[in-house]
């Protein structure tokens, strides 16, 4: 089965500081990865996947994740926040059946 | 265009209405999610159809009935809600149906549903 975990429930940053937001994935075959971003009463918004043609994945947003399968790990980080990136991350995992399976979360503040 | 909309936007209903929340996607995509969102949490599935047949129901209680009319639209009719069924209800969709694993699922904006 497929999991994901996020490490950390809210990350506060100062606006220009770099960006890492920690996702460790669980999976019995090659994962798919995804991000993705929600802001306030907003639907969810992709920002990049991995699916396995490159370890450096960019995104929108100047954001950009890579893939370490020795550390089953999918960090995104961004290398200065914006006042504007302030919302909530849900790393995913694609399931045996097509499904998405989200992480908790993480929020992400950017103080002035 | 990778659009997916949703409306209504907002409902209020009262425990004994019947409502329903339309999802509409003109990509050509195979596959529709329905999920539900409770404050804070991550998105938890409830419905996917591929192919226009139901394909995953994750146990999700009776008085939620999703219906696929045709490849564009997805509803989900409500009736007898409980309180702890307001939550925000996102649709989704994606390109290749259910096997496409590493197809990009497209959120709509969500209905924000109330229940009194």
């Known amino acids: 089965a497929q999991s994901v975990t996020q490490l950390g429930s809210h990350v506060s940053v100062s606006e220009g500081a770099l960006v890492l937001l920690r996702c460790n994935y669980s999976s019995s075959v090659p994962p798919y990865l995804f991000w993705y971003v929600q802001y306030p009463n907003q639907g969810l918004q992709l920002l990049l996947k991995?699916?396995?043609?490159?370890?450096l994945v960019k995104g929108i947003n100047g954001f950009e994740a890579e893939f370490k399968k020795s550390e089953t790990s999918f960090h995104l980080t961004k290398p200065s926040a914006h006042m504007s990136d302030a919302a909530e991350y849900f790393c995913?995992?694609?399931?045996?059946?097509?499904?998405?399976?989200f992480g908790k979360g993480t929020k992400l503040s950017v103080k002035p | 265009d990778t659009e997916v909309t949703q409306t209504p936007k907002h409902l209020v209903m009262g425990m004994t209405n019947k409502k329903s929340l339309k999802c509409e996607q003109h990509m050509g995509h195979r596959a529709m999610y329905w999920y539900k969102q409770k404050a804070k949490k991550p998105p938890e599935l409830m419905f996917v159809y591929s192919y226009e047949k139901l394909s995953i129901n994750e146990s999700v209680p009776s008085r939620f009935s999703p219906e696929c009319p045709n490849s564009s639209l997805l509803n989900l009719h409500l009736h007898a809600l409980q309180p702890e069924d307001s939550a925000l209800y996102l649709c989704a969709s994606s390109q290749a149906g259910t096997s496409g694993r590493s197809d990009t699922q497209y959120f709509g904006p969500g209905t924000r549903l109330t229940v009194l």
């Open positions: 991995y699916t396995s043609a490159a370890t």
């Open positions: 995913a995992v694609k399931g045996s059946q097509g499904n998405l399976i």
